[in-house]
């Protein structure tokens, strides 16, 4: 049973962070790939959601969720057996084919 918990709870994380990834493209950059220049979106972004959530939500990680979105548009596309981990190490690869063959 806690083994499954715990895959439950690292399931959910992916999924959560994929939607704050989707909050950020869709709603805050009004659906561009990437905010407008100067606007400092990211930052104000981690500053207000650490202080309302706590941790996981600094610069770096609201990067990663935003490539998590636009690189996975359907949330189906996100595999049952991968963790956050394994995403923010998939999404450091620019060419779609060398990150499809690390997928698998």
């Not at 895959?7 to 561009?32: D, N």
Request: glycine residues 8%; contains cysteine; hydrophobic residues 40%.
């Amino acid at each position: 049973g806690r083994v499954s918990a715990v895959k439950a709870g690292r399931r959910q994380l992916v999924i959560t962070y994929w939607q704050v990834g989707k909050h950020i493209v869709e709603f805050e950059q009004k659906g561009a790939q990437k905010a407008i220049y100067g606007t400092r979106l990211l930052a104000q972004l981690a500053k207000d959601l650490s202080h309302q959530l706590g941790k996981g939500f600094n610069r770096s990680n609201l990067i990663y969720m935003r490539l998590c979105y636009l690189n996975y548009p359907d949330l189906g596309l996100l595999s049952h057996q991968l963790t956050w981990a394994h995403f923010v190490e998939l999404l450091k690869i620019d060419d779609p084919l060398e990150r499809s063959f690390y997928e698998k």
